[in-house]
């Protein structure tokens, strides 16, 4: 099935520091979203992306989906302790139309 | 408005016995979703369901696992013979229509341990 790959795994920052995650597939993506999961929290809906070469930005955070929908990237600008949870990219499972295949997720802390 | 609940928030079981997870859906959402995540793990598809539609349940892991939605709100997922591996948080998310575009509202999650 389909397979998106995240990385890091890991990432330890200090406040203030940026951060980056990064989303790959070997097949181009009709779509892909961003979810955020606080410690011991759930799954929150951060943004998606659907267009080719798009950048969303909510506040410190800029999103892009690479020009070939195979990419996609988070950016969180000067982070701070709130930003601190896993981000996890989703995109649709094969040919699914309702199913999302979630990549393993990127864990960040942030050391203030 | 309210979101999706799941209850137990908190299950501990011995290995051999059964277990039943809860999940309302945001109502009005068509669409319900059941994923597990292990101890710092990725999310895992477990079974979807649509409305009146016979649910994805390719992936459910053995057939100790089975689930079932009635009326199309509330879900339930059974656990039979718990095994010590099944141990992990099961969470529920509902959407509008279930399409890959849409957002899923996810639920806190039932901590399952299985000693």
């Known amino acids: 099935g389909q397979q998106v790959m995240q990385i890091p795994q890991y990432q330890h920052v200090q406040e203030g520091e940026d951060f980056t995650t990064y989303c790959n597939s070997s097949?181009?993506?009709?779509?892909i979203q961003w979810y955020k999961q606080r410690p011991g929290g759930h799954p929150v809906f951060l943004i998606q992306l659907v267009k080719s070469g798009e950048v969303k930005k909510q506040k410190r955070l800029t999103f892009q989906f690479g020009e070939a929908k195979k990419n996609s990237s988070l950016h969180i600008t000067a982070t701070q302790t709130t930003d601190v949870g896993t981000y996890f990219c989703?995109?649709?499972?094969?040919?699914?139309?309702?199913?999302?295949?979630f990549g393993k997720g990127t864990l960040l802390t942030v050391n203030p | 408005g309210a979101g999706v609940s799941q209850s137990p928030s908190n299950k501990v079981t011995e290995k051999g016995k059964d277990v039943e997870l809860r999940c309302d859906p945001i109502?009005?959402?068509?669409?319900l979703y059941w994923y597990r995540q292990s101890l710092g793990q990725g999310l895992e598809f477990l079974i979807y369901?649509?409305?009146?539609?016979?649910?994805?349940k390719s992936g459910l892991p053995s057939d100790r696992f089975s689930a079932e939605r009635t009326g199309g709100s509330v879900s339930t997922l059974t656990i039979q013979r718990t095994q010590q591996e099944d141990s992990a948080v099961y969470l529920c998310?509902?959407?509008?229509?279930?399409?890959?575009?849409?957002?899923?509202?996810f639920g806190p999650g039932t901590r399952l341990l299985v000693l």
């Open positions: 109502s009005g959402h068509t669409a």
């Open positions: 369901f649509q409305g009146n539609s016979a649910p994805d």
């Open positions: 998310a509902s959407s509008q229509g279930g399409g890959v575009r849409e957002t899923q509202y």
């Open positions: 097949t181009t993506l009709s779509n």
């Open positions: 989703a995109a649709p499972s094969g040919g699914s139309n309702y199913k999302l295949t």
